[in-house]
């Protein structure tokens, strides 16, 4: 027998790169392992990772956020709150109650498009953020916004020449999941000099160049706030977006994990997709993503995140729900942390659990504004 070998994989999955956990990472890793063990031939003792977002591991100072870990504390162990009842709120404890009793055990499957009751919390919280009505048969939850990202792009596929407009620079999840699906990446560029400002006539000009290479292209999107860059779109610009999608006949993805990440506070508030879509009266199909792996939450290994479902038909959300039961469901663990972001602590509902924000709000407003700095001081060097 030859047994496996390279030549009899799915090609496709040869062209998929990752940079971001790919050689740099690997090599990481063996130093780690290396000085585990003991060695003393390297010029350093420790390895920090910083190729990706992982704010708790990386010594970054930005701690968990108490709530959600108490909450998550007796999901996982509910005789917890009688054992060690004096290390729990009683806002904690209702509101682990309130999901025990809907949920059951968080070691059990849920409904494959996530627990019913926690999309309604989702739904309402996106009501309240953007003052229109969402529907929470058309929300679904998933292992991080990522595992959503992937489901669409494979769906949207149908052919190798279907293509995906994505900005440059961006975040590789979407070459490296157009590669494994065997799409065709439209790269738009997004301008520098203008703090990366998100242009229509380069979308356009990208359309066209694509459509001239006899490439379909099926879809756009939108990271914002943008990854890496941080550039926040103002209204005007993503109505001149909605409108040109319109005009092309493309499905916006609006990638909105890091929507609560504004470093310009003082410029314009974060407007998601969802509202300007309603306030123009669009028909546009719009799929927006949010994760407990960003923001303040930053629960990346927990695998939360979520995708609503505006302007799409029933006949289509069935078919992503096929698609989702295939994997049973996102993980529990990850579904109550979805919870915990979309239902904070209010104001008054006790004294430890809102204390746990301000560490990770103050943390990211100080390296925000020490970058700069800090890449400045390089440069002159």
């Known amino acids: 027998m030859r047994g496996l070998t390279v030549d009899k994989l799915n090609p496709a999955i040869l062209n998929v790169q990752y940079a971001v956990r790919g050689e740099l990472a690997i090599k990481a890793e063996e130093y780690r392992v290396r000085l585990k063990a003991g060695a003393h031939d390297l010029p350093f003792d420790k390895v920090i990772s910083t190729n990706i977002g992982n704010p708790q591991q990386a010594g970054l100072n930005q701690p968990p956020i108490t709530f959600n870990r108490q909450v998550a504390a007796l999901m996982e162990w509910p005789a917890l709150a009688e054992l060690a009842r004096d290390a729990f709120p009683e806002d904690v404890i209702a509101r682990a109650k309130e999901l025990q009793s809907e949920i059951g055990s968080i070691g059990a499957y849920s409904h494959s498009q996530g627990v019913p009751f926690i999309r309604k919390n989702v739904a309402r919280f996106i009501e309240e953020r953007d003052g229109y009505p969402s529907n929470p048969n058309h929300v679904f939850l998933t292992a991080g916004a990522s595992a959503g990202v992937t489901l669409l792009i494979s769906a949207l596929i149908s052919s190798p020449k279907s293509g995906i407009l994505i900005p440059i620079p961006q975040y590789p999840l979407y070459t490296a999941t157009l590669a494994a699906h065997s799409g065709a990446g439209i790269p738009y560029h997004l301008d520098e000099a203008a703090d990366w400002a998100t242009s229509a006539p380069e979308i356009e000009?990208?359309?066209?160049?694509?459509?001239?290479?006899?490439?379909?292209?099926?879809?756009?999107?939108?990271?914002?706030?943008?990854?890496?860059?941080?550039?926040l779109l103002d209204e005007p610009t993503m109505q001149r977006v909605v409108r040109l999608c319109e005009q092309h006949d493309l499905v916006l993805l609006a990638d909105e994990v890091y929507q609560v990440n504004l470093h310009a506070r003082a410029a314009h508030p974060f407007t998601s997709f969802k509202k300007v879509v309603r306030a123009l009266g669009s028909s546009l199909p719009l799929f927006s993503f949010h994760s407990i792996s960003k923001g303040v939450t930053g629960e990346c290994g927990r695998r939360g995140g979520y995708f609503e479902c505006t302007n799409i038909g029933d006949d289509v959300v069935a078919l992503l729900y096929k698609m989702v039961s295939v994997g049973l469901c996102p993980p529990l663990a990850g579904q109550v942390g979805v919870d915990c972001m979309v239902r904070p602590p209010r104001?008054?509902?006790?004294?430890?659990?809102?204390?746990?924000?301000?560490?990770?709000?103050?943390?990211?407003?100080?390296?925000?504004?020490?970058?700069?700095?800090?890449l400045g001081l390089c440069a002159v060097v």
Request: proline share 11%; net charge positive.
């Open 205 to 231: 000009a990208a359309i066209h160049k694509a459509v001239g290479e006899g490439i379909e292209p099926k879809a756009l999107v939108i990271i914002n706030p943008g990854n890496p860059t941080g550039a």
């Open 347 to 374: 104001p008054g509902d006790a004294r430890r659990a809102a204390q746990g924000k301000s560490g990770p709000t103050g943390s990211l407003a100080r390296r925000a504004a020490f970058l700069p700095t800090a």
